[in-house]
């Protein structure tokens, strides 16, 4: 992580506690997945969403893929216009709940 983004991190830290910046932009490439500051209100809107989802079940969450630089999705086989690009996306699993109760669960919240 670059110095650059410690203003983010200490941002996460406070507003969606339950996510690292490292959770949230980690790869199994070996190209860094930094996110640009062009895309940081992105990237604090999707921390947000799933800090309100984590705090709905109670659970912890277990994230597969949030935010990808253009060469880690490429890496990855990510589709060209994947949201992840854009930190607007965020693939994850719930530690207790399938997917179908997931998604029941988040689609009768008053998440938004």
């Not at 830290?13 to 940081?40: G, H, M, Q, R, W």
Request: aromatic share 10%; net charge negative.
């Amino acid at each position: 992580m670059k110095v650059e983004h410690l203003a983010l991190v200490c941002w996460l830290e406070k507003n969606a506690p339950s996510f690292s910046y490292d959770e949230l932009t980690k790869t199994s490439t070996i190209y860094a997945n930094d996110v640009p500051e062009s895309l940081y209100d992105a990237f604090k809107n999707t921390a947000l969403m799933m800090q309100k989802v984590r705090d709905l079940f109670d659970a912890p969450i277990i994230v597969n893929s949030c935010y990808r630089d253009p060469t880690v999705n490429a890496h990855v086989g990510g589709s060209k216009t994947s949201q992840h690009m854009r930190a607007e996306a965020c693939d994850y699993e719930i530690k207790g709940f399938d997917n179908f109760t997931a998604a029941e669960k988040i689609v009768g919240s008053d998440i938004s």
